[in-house]
């Protein structure tokens, strides 16, 4: 039963939550003030969307290399960030996001990755988070992982990635880039996205083969490992977290070929083969392969 209290209290939370918003200090997030020539640099979760901004800052920012203790002032996660504060960043401004579309966000270079490898990522995250123990089973984990149980504010691998690519793809203000493409020719894809942002306002990029080489030097997993054993104390994303376990693994491509078991393929491969294959990623359980075949089979009759 509801006492003359509870609707004090009710409307003091709602009056704190209306000064945050009118100052501009609720976090952004959702709520962000969003501006015309803003840039998102937009994945799923543990799909190198850290790496790509350092690419990008380390290619822009030629006076000082990129680290943890100063991304976060030049490409933003908007997720940690008082509104106000990001709307006093200079522009245009480059940001990091988690959503699934959003139909606000004008330009948007967006990263897909191997949802295989994404899960394996994503166990050893959550170990690193303390969501799950360090002997939590990855047969375990999967089913779970597929269902978005873990963050689900960003969905599923999936919805993120058909979100996006159904309503943006092949538009000039959207670049898709794949980690794995980024893996095998670093310097080629950051080309394409010095490209993208000169087409949206970064107009002064220096895209020479120097800088794009000095950019993915300054970028590399060891490098960013080195730096997160000095810095990652300091860093938002992982201050609260286990530091004996690193935030940057070994951010390779493929690696859930000796990791996950044949069963964990198949369930992964079995929610989403059609999205993989369309991604050009090969399907290796049989029966998702077979289903992936009738639905491409079934698209091109229509």
Known sequence: ??????????VGRVLRHAGRVLTGRQLAGRNLTVFPDDVFVVSYPRSGNTWTRFLIS?????????????????IPEIYFNADHKMR???????????ECFQPHYK??????????DVAVSFYHHNVKA?????????????????????????GCWQDSVVSWLTLRQGR???????YEDMKADPQG?????ADFLRDCAFRQIDASPEKLQRAVDLSTPERMRALEKEQGDKWVLTEKTRLDKPFVRSAKSGGWKSTLSAKAVSMIESAWGATM????????SSTAAENSALHHSASTNR
């Not at 294959?277 to 290796?284: F, K, N, Q, S, T």
Request: glycine share 4%; hydrophobic share 40%; no cysteine.
């Open 107 to 116: 330009r948007v270079i967006y990263i897909v990755r191997d949802p295989r």
């Open 277 to 284: 294959a369309e991604l050009g990623y090969e399907l290796v």
């Open 172 to 178: 000039p203000t959207f670049l898709m880039l794949r």
């Open 58 to 74: 380390n290619l822009i920012y030629q006076d000082e290399p990129t680290t943890f203790v100063n991304i976060e002032s030049r």
């Open 88 to 98: 006093a960043l200079q522009r245009p401004r480059i940001l990091k996001s988690h």
């Open 189 to 193: 894809q950051l080309l394409r996205v």
């Open 1 to 10: 039963m509801r006492t003359p209290k509870d609707g004090i209290d009710r």
């Open 130 to 154: 303390g969501n799950i123990p360090e002997d939590y089973a990855m047969d375990d984990f999967i089913p779970r992982f597929i269902d978005a149980e873990f963050d689900s504010r960003w």
